[in-house]
Every structure is written in C-alpha cells, then in structure tokens.
C-alpha cells in the first residue's frame, strides 16, 4: 500500500500536467473504441500493453478472461457484473470493437486442467467452470501450438470459447451481423512481452508485429 500511496503522490506532482487537459475533457463523458476482456492477474497491464491514453480502452478484468454465456432471452447464466459491462460497452458507449486476450502462465487454466476440487475458494471452482469446455477442447486435440506448455495451450483456446460466449448476448451478435462490432482473440506472452492475435485463415495466434498490425487493422474495418 505504501507504493500505491506514493505512486498516486508522484503521478500529482510528476504526470497529472500531462494529462489534466484530457481529464477535463473526460469528466462527463467518455468514448471509448474498444472493450477488453482480459485476466485481472497483476502481470497483464492492459494500457500500458496498447499504450492506451485514458479514456481510449473500457476494461473488463477477471479471474481467467472469462465471459458467462447468456440464455436465449440474453441473460447472463452466471454474472451480472460481466453482461452488464458488455451490454454498456456495446449497446451505450457504442464500441466498435471487443477484444480477449488471454496469457501464458494463467492461474485459473492451471487450475482448470488440475481439475482438484477447491473447498477453500467454492466462488472460484464455480467461476471456472466457464472454461471446462475449453479443457475438453484441449483434450480433444484442439491446441493451436504444441510447442506451448498445457496451460497456455489452454490459455489460447479458452479465448476463442470465451469469443463464442459473447456472441451468445444479443447485443454483441446483432451489432457483429450488421459489421459495427469486431470481435478479436488476443494472447500475451507475459516472458517475452510479445502480444498475439488470432488469424482464422491460418487457424494460428500470429506475433503482432508492423506486417501482422497492418492486416489486423484491415480486419477491424479501420
């Protein structure tokens, strides 16, 4: 707590005057492009990751980047904090993009495929169930790159069940038909600082490097 204390003090003093013009702008009202979904573990920074300014990218962060599938009638089967913060992105702040993104060394995929029964945490053995069938993916030969370890084989696939999920909400699927919302599946490599999308043409998570950034861009509609 002592450096989050100091940090905020040094920001004041150091960065603010940077950015006091853009919080002025944003105080009543924000416009983000994009929601994305990603892990809360401390390791994934997602702004710092896509040098992101504030108000550039409306977060979402949980154990795993898991999203709840919705019913027919397009409500949440489990989370309402989740679907709530879809249906805002989407239907209110009007974002033109979502995105995934998983990463390597995740702590909810090694306990998916550990499969041992948490009494200590029933909130958490509950919460991922919603990456079992991503598991049963795996063991069905499913990985996209078997040089990875199990869990980060995982880790990429659940992002691609987790973009299934999404188009469960009507208000993700509608806007994805009429092609105002894109849907991406990314994958961080959290040792080697490199950042993944996922290409269906070539059915592989590719390094987004200049050339790769270029057709994502074109794939986005931008």
């Known amino acids: 707590m002592r450096k989050l204390i100091l940090g905020f003090a040094d920001f004041r003093e ?3 005057p940077q950015y006091a013009e853009r919080f002025r702008e944003l105080a009543d009202a924000q416009s983000p492009d994009t929601l994305f979904i990603t892990c809360a573990d401390s390791r994934v920074v997602p702004n710092l990751l896509v040098s992101t300014d504030p108000g550039e990218l409306f977060t979402v962060r949980n154990v795993g980047n898991l999203v709840p599938p919705a019913t027919t009638e397009g409500l949440s089967t489990n989370d309402l904090s989740e679907a709530s913060a879809i249906e805002y992105a989407v239907s209110i702040l009007n ?40 598991a049963l993916r795996l063991e069905q030969g499913a990985a996209f790159d078997e040089s990875l370890k199990p869990h980060d084989q995982l880790s990429q696939i659940n992002v691609l069940v987790q973009l299934e999920h999404l188009m469960t ?3 993700v699927s509608g806007r994805v038909q009429t092609g105002t ?17 996922y290409e269906s043409q070539s059915r592989s998570f590719a390094l987004i490097e200049h050339s790769m950034a270029e057709r994502l861009i074109q794939s986005y509609g931008q």
Do not use: E, Q
Request: glycine share 10%; aromatic share 10%.
């Open 14 to 16: 150091r960065l603010l």
């Open 181 to 197: 919302l894109h849907l991406g599946g990314w994958w961080f490599d959290i040792a080697t600082g490199d950042m993944y999308a």
């Open 95 to 134: 974002v033109a993009n979502i995105v995934v993104c998983g990463h390597s060394g995740c702590g909810a995929m090694k306990a998916v495929l550990a499969r041992s029964p948490m009494d200590d945490a029933p909130n958490l053995d509950s919460w991922l169930h919603h990456a079992r069938s991503a």
């Open 169 to 171: 909400y009507p208000a």
